[in-house]
């Protein structure tokens, strides 16, 4: 509660000396005022052009990102379990780690075209990576005494990795996720801004292209306002599934 | 068969002091871990059915590596392991485990963890469901079934440890320092329950303890370890009457075996803190 109050008062400050920096400045069109923003945010969002966008700019982002959990899931459990998947699938996945997705946009255009297709595409290769790195992490640290169990008891490999593995690894899924979302979003506004006729990255060019400083603004805080959501929403999600280890928490 | 093993084995006499078919035979056993640590070597044993057995040793002497090798989880590097006549018998429902944390699955409640070994058996969630509850109600854990590991004492978690062991009623229980963990009063109290569980069960018990006392009260042949490479250098008969109780740690047979056993381990002990102290206990911790 008082982590609160203290953010809000910091907020405040922060808000009232802009509005004193934005005045004395007086120049509009490079740094307006935060209420002829929030006047900005709220016309786009009533004329409902900002969620028209941010519908399309969601689609593509929710698309890639499940898709690249998905993937990155599964993939980060064989190879973190079998060393042969390790050896053959998990080094080209190393290989390929190092290098910026962002670098990959332009090949993505030339392969997938201008379409859904490599906007999707690049969202998810670019955030496939934490999501499978973790997971696999996840799986390495198993602690081998729950295996012994499973082992002792004469359950086989796939009761281990489906009564053991799946639920040890899920704090490190988590982390995975989170930050994949981060990624997500970051892929999402590049794609947008390069070569694309619509989403919210889109209303974000244009509106630089049209000096509509305000509304680039705008653009930025829903931005801002989905990473946020995101995070929430993935906190939520994890709390609700690792009950086990929350309670631990909660009862310190 | 009766006749091989009379030849390495120390002593197979049963409580009785009739000589049976062992349902546990260790030969001349030897394990030696990947990064070339010798744990076991040259370990024999015999069990008969129905003996409360203890592995008493000092630490690291491959008493755990012992019972993870009765239990099918190790494969020996030499030797062999028989169990019911069965060589080096994989993992399997005749043999119960206990670990020495409880080992329960802290993401699964009360009941699911009993039922581990169950469902593996092949029972219906239901026919488990049975059991487990059965199992509940003896260990005094009732209402607990639907509670998570981290909601119960240490005492209950290993409680817990216990009747997964017992639920798949094997015949052979393997118990890698069960109460170890817990606090004296706690521990004394287990014990008795234990007690109380296996007198006139018919299983067979094979337990591992630093603790003397423990290992006294519980057992009815108490096998003494070398230190590592670790094979039985002695074996003890505990002829105190059964059933035990409470009393059983007041009378002058107890305390001479205590005395007994405290100065057959005592030289090992000392090495294993790095000298000699002065004074006397009653248990290896
Ligand atoms: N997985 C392993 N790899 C290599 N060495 C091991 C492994 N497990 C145990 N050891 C070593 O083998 C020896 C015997 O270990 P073990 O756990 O069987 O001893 P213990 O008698 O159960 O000891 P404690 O009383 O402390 O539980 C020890 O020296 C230990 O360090
Ligand atoms: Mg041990």
Known sequence: MRRVRRTLITLTVLFALWQLAAVLYDKAYILPTPVAVFAALVSNLAEGKLLAQLQISLGRALAGYLLAIVLAIPAGVITGWWKLANDTLGSVLELLRPVPALALIPLAIVWLGFGEASKVAMIAYASFFSVYVNTQAGVRNVDPLHIQVMRVYGRGTWDVLTKVVLYSMLPYVFTGLRYSAAVALILLVAVELVGSQNGLGFFLFQSQAFLQVPDVFSAILVFGAMGFAANLILLAFERRMIRWRQEVGSDA | ?285
């Not at chain 2, 007198?199 to 590592?228: C, N, P, Q, Y």
């Not at chain 2, 057959?264 to 009653?282: H, L, Y």
């Open chain 2, 1 to 285: 068969m009766t006749g091989e093993f009379q030849g390495t084995t120390p002593s197979v006499m049963t409580p009785g002091g009739a000589m049976g078919q062992p349902i546990v035979e260790i030969d001349n056993l030897a394990l030696t871990y990947p990064g070339g640590v010798s744990a076991l070597q040259g370990c024999s044993l015999a069990v008969q059915p129905g003996e409360f057995i203890i592995l008493l040793g000092p630490s690291g002497c491959g008493k755990s590596t012992l019972l993870q090798i009765l239990s099918g989880l190790l494969r020996p590097t030499a030797g062999e392991v028989r169990v019911a006549g069965r060589v080096n018998p994989p993992p399997g429902k005749d043999r119960g485990f206990v670990f020495q944390h409880a080992g329960l699955l802290p993401w699964f409640d009360v009941y699911t963890n009993i039922e581990i070994g169950l469902r593996a058996k092949g029972l219906s969630k239901r026919e488990a469901r049975e059991i487990s509850e059965r199992q509940i109600r003896l260990m005094g854990l009732d209402g607990f079934g639907t509670k998570f590991p981290h909601q119960l004492s240490g005492g209950m978690q290993q409680r817990v440890g216990v009747a997964r062991a017992f639920a798949i009623d094997p015949p052979i229980l393997l118990m890698d320092e069960p109460f170890g963990a817990l606090d004296a009063q706690t521990r004394v109290l287990l014990q008795e329950e234990m007690i109380r569980l296996w007198e006139g069960s018919g299983k067979t018990v094979i337990f591992v303890t630093h603790s003397i006392e423990e290992a006294i009260f519980l057992g009815d042949r108490i096998f003494v370890m070398t230190s590592r490479p670790g094979r039985i250098r002695e074996v003890v008969d505990v002829n105190l009457p059964r059933p035990r109780s409470e009393k059983t740690r007041y009378t002058p047979e107890y305390l001479a075996l205590d005395a007994k056993l405290w100065a057959m381990i005592r030289g090992d002990a000392e090495r294993a803190i790095g000298g000699g102290t002065p004074g006397s206990g009653g248990a290896v911790e």
